[in-house]
């Protein structure tokens, strides 16, 4: 079985400051990894994704994450966010079947 | 180029009823599966259709059953609904040989009173 955890559940981050969403799964083989970002009152928007290849992956809107095998996470970075980045942030995995499990979200919260 | 769409977008019913959603998959795409999301929590894998059988199933009753149609498109029913139905529902599409790529719909927000 896989599960995500999500380790912060709420970030409050001032406009222009870096953020990063921690994200560590449990697998005991090869997963596939992705983040989506769902803002209020919408569905998901897949943010970026891990197949395979280089371990620091690119996103849009500026955002980059990180695969990490040995410590099994996946932590999402933006080096400067904006006030339209508050929205709800999910981590998700997929052991190449038909399903993703997500995580618990992450809520951050830019003020200016 | 249309991404998914589902139908409706807000529905409310009252315990003991049944309810149908629908969602149109992204073009090109020929798998869909479908999410409840309670609020304040992730997205649950309730089931995924692909060529209009039910592929694989997650941990959710048989009150909750599919259909996919021959353009691909498909439906969620859910009979006898309890309080707990109440959430955001969500349709993703992707195409089989690429099944964990989904792409979201708006998802349709069901109340239970």
């Known amino acids: 079985a896989q599960s995500v955890t999500q380790l912060d559940s709420q970030v409050p981050v001032f406009e222009e400051a870096p953020v990063e969403l921690r994200c560590n799964y449990s697998?005991?083989?090869?997963?596939?990894l992705f983040w989506y970002v769902q803002y209020p009152n919408q569905g998901l928007q897949l943010l970026l994704k891990?197949?395979?290849?280089?371990?620091l992956v690119k996103g849009i809107n500026g955002f980059e994450a990180e695969f990490n095998k040995s410590q099994t996470s996946f932590h999402l970075r933006k080096p400067s966010v904006h006030i339209s980045d508050t929205a709800e942030y999910f981590c998700?995995?997929?052991?190449?079947?038909?399903?993703?499990?997500f995580g618990a979200g992450t809520t951050v919260t830019v003020r200016a | 180029d249309a991404g998914v769409t589902q139908s409706p977008t807000h529905l409310i019913k009252t315990r003991g009823q049944q309810v149908t959603l629908r969602c149109s998959p992204k073009?090109?795409?020929?798998?869909v599966s479908w999410y409840q999301q309670a609020l304040g929590q992730g997205p649950q894998f309730i089931f995924q259709?692909?060529?209009?059988?039910?592929?694989q199933r997650g941990n959710f009753p048989d009150r909750f059953s599919g259909h996919q149609f021959p353009n691909y498109s498909s439906e969620l029913n859910v009979n006898a609904l309890l309080l707990g139905d109440s959430a955001l529902y969500l349709c993703?599409?992707?195409?089989?040989?690429?099944?964990?790529?989904?792409?979201f719909g708006p998802g349709t927000r069901l109340t239970v009173t």
């Open positions: 993703a599409s992707s195409l089989r040989s690429r099944s964990y790529e989904q792409y």
């Open positions: 697998s005991s083989v090869s997963v596939y």
């Open positions: 891990y197949l395979s290849g280089s371990t």
């Open positions: 259709y692909y060529e209009e059988e039910e592929r």
């Open positions: 998700a995995v997929s052991l190449n079947d038909y399903k993703l499990s």
């Open positions: 073009s090109g795409h020929d798998t």
